[in-house]
T-cell receptor, first 112, second 111 residues
């Protein structure tokens, strides 16, 4: 089954404790992207990757890092989480940056 | 970056009433996509429009792309409780290679 898998789905952590949200897709998509969703703000892009080893900043990259060592995986790293990073995070993938996006189930992160 | 304005932010309708959400841009769009997110779920792709004046239908849903390719609408005829959720538009345009999402319209259908 074609899917985008994110882990963890839910996480409560404390300020400053490094965490990684994993994302994996099995559709051989070249394009992958991370979004955060906050009430009234829609989906805002954090980082994206056009292909392996190619990543770039989206609209709200501050406080986040990503890597794309393999085509299927695109982890989101919060080196030192802060409360303003409390949000619902979605990973998505597609064949191109303008194509239909396939979203993961989402990861709800709370930073205390 | 590119801005896509979506209205309304919230809409409550009685079951059986129609519903429309609109997306507007000040710049010409290359394409526009529509997604639906059920409560507690993730966005799911509904459709993509690329041509000026394009109209597409999916059962009770009608999608339109404006003649000037600066606006789009999603219209639901005779809403049902299964239509509940947030509807997002997402578009690319100009030099923007990324999809920019509107802020979404949250639809509540009252039985």
């Amino acid at each position: 089954e074609a899917q985008v898998t994110q882990n963890p789905r839910y996480l409560i952590t404390v300020t400053g404790k490094k965490l990684t949200v994993t994302c994996s897709q099995n559709m051989n998509h070249e394009y992958m992207s991370w979004y955060r969703q906050d009430p009234g703000l829609g989906l805002r892009q954090i980082y994206y990757s056009m292909n392996v080893e190619v990543t770039d900043k989206g609209d709200v990259p501050e406080g986040y890092k990503v890597s794309r060592k393999e085509k299927r995986n695109f982890p989101l790293i919060l080196e030192s989480p802060s409360p303003n990073q409390t949000s619902l995070y979605f990973c998505a993938s597609s064949w191109t940056s303008r194509g239909e996006l396939f979203f993961g189930e989402g990861s709800r992160l709370t930073v205390l | 970056g590119q801005q896509v304005m979506q209205i309304p932010q919230y809409q409550h309708v009685q079951e059986g009433e129609d519903f429309t959400t609109y997306c507007n841009s000040s710049t010409t769009l290359s394409n526009i996509q529509w997604y639906k997110q059920r409560p507690g779920g993730h966005p799911v792709f509904l459709i993509q429009l690329v041509k000026s004046g394009e109209v597409k239908k999916q059962k009770r849903l009608t999608f339109q792309f404006g003649e000037a390719k600066k606006n789009s609408s999603l219209h639901i005829t005779a809403t049902q409780t299964t239509d509940v959720g947030t509807y997002f538009c997402a578009a690319t345009g100009g030099s923007a290679r990324q999809l920019t999402f509107g802020s979404g319209t949250q639809l509540t259908v009252l039985p």
